[in-house]
């Protein structure tokens, strides 16, 4: 009984939840992060034996914005990840 | 048959014996008399009883005068007992001040052992000086405990019910006047009582017990009430209850999965559609379930109600000032032991459950343990909430005892390390049990990266494939000289 009581004091007194980005903001994020990311993907699929670094310095942004496009795409259909 | 001399003078002997034990006073007819094994500290001066028998939940609402008669010691704990048998069947107990209406605190007692009683300790606001009195009312809900007698009705017949009970409250010290009052919902068809001594009034819906005189502690009876009820007896023989909450979303997401029984007297032949449609008056005075009624978040959105087969569209919303009120229909009517099943869910926003405690990373989230349905029992409950990922020091806290609280992992939709679950199965809840259940957890900021990152490293492991095989060669044989 007591227990509850004091998480009680303790839930009432702390900040409400904040997301850490607007809701609104997720479909718009989702199709420009997922088009960045296959131009990346594009890019890099399209050239023909470049070096390493040319291939590093496209697919690493393309995967690391195709993965924040996909977690979005996931919340703004209602798929809440 | 005839009597033969032999068989005459047993039956007299018994007539004799039984005359003389009904001349006898009425606590002393049982022979062994249960002790009281608690301090005997306190004396009640006048306790009331009401067995509210209106709904097919009972409420037994006792409220005692007790006085302190310890010579000089303050005293802090009344003990309340229960009968053993009626373990399962107790679902609920509260206790208060009855005049200042303060709320006190019941706990199940665990010092003083008794095969026959489950002792529970009331604790006192403040301390009792000798010789005062306070006034304490307990209130406790039993559920399971009223049967259907006859067992089979008809489509549109009343039903009618047997309750067995203690025409005295069982209390753990004497008490020098106690009265119990007991109230039906129509008009009471028949009482037995049993000692036959035991004073007995029966007033249209009422039967008055007593008042009796110089009751030992632990007295106890039978007596018996009929009495007609209509209505269901509606009984969640299991509800699941999954709360998904995502930070990245700032969604709570709940579904609710039921099965559910109408307990009432059974139906007598089979169901007719004709007779039902045709007499509406049936309808209101027979037990069929027509629907259920159950509140959630004002906030909710995509709100499903579907079963096995698909959607179930005899639904409807209504809202609220402060919550929407949820009807939803099965797809046909439950009479007595019809049972069906089908699960809710909605989606709901976050910042109204959840809170962070500030300056540290821990989250306190505060969410309804079930959702109430009036008068509905519900047997088995599991409660099953799903953190965000990266959640960790997990705990869990009710305000009542529950059957077990788990911990562990469940994997879902884009999970590395998966995501911490509570587990909470619980038995034997009515509609008071819908209440807080918290759950505090640490979540770092850096936490939110994980899916994102999980998501890009699936990919950097499929474009590194192919950097490195783009680069290998497979021809066979050796190179040739272009020309």
Do not use: C
Not at chain 1, 6 to 22: I, N, Q, V
Not at chain 2, 443 to 465: D, E, G, R
């Amino acid at each position: 009984m007591s227990a509850t009581s004091e998480l009680y004091t303790a839930w009432s007194t702390g900040t409400p939840f904040t997301a850490p980005l607007p809701e609104s903001a997720h479909p718009v994020l989702a199709i420009s992060t997922l088009t960045a990311g296959l131009y990346f993907a594009a890019r890099y699929g399209i050239s023909q034996k470049q070096s390493i670094a040319f291939d590093l310095a496209n697919t690493i942004p393309s995967a690391v914005l195709l993965g924040f496009g996909i977690v979005f795409l996931f919340l703004s259909v209602g798929l809440y990840v | 048959m005839r009597l033969t001399a032999t068989t005459s003078t047993l039956v007299a002997t018994i007539i004799a014996a039984l005359s003389l034990t009904s001349s006898v006073h009425a606590e002393e007819f049982w022979s062994e008399k249960d002790v009281s094994i608690v301090p005997q500290t306190f004396k009640i001066t006048n306790l009331l009883r009401t067995l509210d028998l209106s709904k097919p939940i009972i409420r037994e609402i006792t409220s005692a005068a007790v006085q302190n008669i310890h010579t000089d010691q303050n005293q802090t704990d009344y003990y309340f007992p229960v009968d053993q048998a009626y373990s399962d069947n107790l679902s609920f107990i509260t206790a208060e001040n009855r005049k200042t209406k303060e709320v006190l605190e019941v706990t199940k007692d665990d010092e003083f052992y008794d095969a026959q009683f489950q002792y529970y300790r009331i604790k006192l606001a403040t301390p009792l000086p000798p010789g005062e009195k306070v006034q304490i009312t307990v209130r406790t809900s039993l559920t399971n405990i009223i049967r259907a007698f006859p067992t089979h009705v008809g489509q549109a017949e009343k039903q009618k019910f047997i309750f067995f009970g203690n025409p005295f409250a069982l209390t753990a010290y004497p008490a020098t006047k106690q009265k119990t009052t007991v109230i039906t919902p129509n008009n009471v068809l028949e009482v037995h009582e049993h000692p036959e001594e035991v004073d007995v009034v029966v007033k249209n819906n009422q039967v008055i017990l007593g008042p009796y005189n110089d009751v030992n502690s632990l007295e106890h009876g039978i007596f018996e009430v009929q009495y007609e009820m209509t209505g269901a007896v509606p009984h969640i023989r299991s509800l699941r209850r999954e709360i998904e909450v995502s930070q990245w979303g700032n969604n709570l997401a709940v579904e609710e999965h039921y099965n559910f029984v109408n307990r009432g007297a059974e139906l007598k032949g089979q169901f007719s559609r004709i007779d039902y449609q045709r007499n509406p008056m049936g309808i209101r005075e027979g037990n069929g379930v027509l629907g259920f009624q159950t509140k959630i978040p004002k906030l909710a959105r995509d709100i499903y109600y579907r079963d096995e087969i698909g959607n179930i569209s005899t639904s409807a919303i209504a809202h609220q000032p402060d919550h929407i009120q949820l009807m939803l229909k099965p797809r046909f009517p439950l009479f007595g032991g019809w049972n069906t099943t089908w699960y809710i869910g909605y989606n709901t926003p976050l910042d109204g459950y959840l809170r962070k405690v500030t300056g540290t990373d821990k989250y306190i989230l505060k969410v309804p343990a079930i959702a109430p349905m009036p008068d509905t029992t519900y047997e088995d409950v599991e409660i099953r909430v799903v953190l965000p990922e990266g959640a960790k020091n997990v705990k869990a806290v009710l305000p009542y005892e529950v059957d077990e609280i788990e911990y562990s992992t469940t994997k879902t939709y884009m999970d590395s390390a998966g995501r911490s679950t509570v587990t909470i199965l619980a038995s034997n809840l009515i509609e008071d049990h819908a209440q807080d259940l918290f759950i505090e957890y640490e979540f770092s900021q850096t936490s939110y990266l994980t899916k994102p990152l999980a998501a890009a490293t699936m990919l950097m492991a499929i474009y590194a494939t192919s950097i490195v095989f783009s680069r290998l060669d497979f021809k066979i044989g050796g190179s040739t000289l272009k020309k």
